[in-house]
């Protein structure tokens, strides 16, 4: 299973930016889609989830301001981020997770996309 991530990228404070993430490969239904992210120094932190019911989690901090939602057709994730706020900035990965015929509630990572906040 891969993860291909776009989007992120620099924006002011109040604007909105989008990111995509497709999923390559095959996880049985009932797996989960989402967003975590992270800053230098700190820990990794979940933002929002997916999944293929259309269930979702959020954050705190992001709820009310994040939409998520999923295309199951082509297992494509997106993640609309409006009302940025400065401490929204950090890399975002794209992040999965499910069985299939080789691994059981495995977890995947996508490479990261910067997501920048300026004041």
């Known amino acids: 299973v891969q993860l291909v991530e776009s989007g992120g990228g620099q924006v002011q404070a109040g604007g909105s930016l989008t990111l995509s993430c497709t999923m390559i490969g095959t996880l049985f239904s009932g797996n989960a889609l989402g967003w975590y992210r992270q800053v230098a120094g700190k820990q990794r932190e979940p933002v929002a989830h997916?999944?293929?019911?259309?269930?979702?989690n959020y954050a705190e901090t992001v709820k009310g301001r994040f939409t998520i939602s999923r295309h199951n057709a082509n297992n494509t994730v997106f993640l609309q981020m409006d009302s940025l706020q400065p401490e929204d900035t950090a890399v975002y990965y794209c992040h999965a997770r499910g069985s299939n015929w080789n691994v059981v509630n495995g977890d995947y990572w996508g490479k990261g996309t910067q997501v920048t906040v300026s004041s």
């Open positions: 997916i999944y293929t019911t259309g269930k979702t």
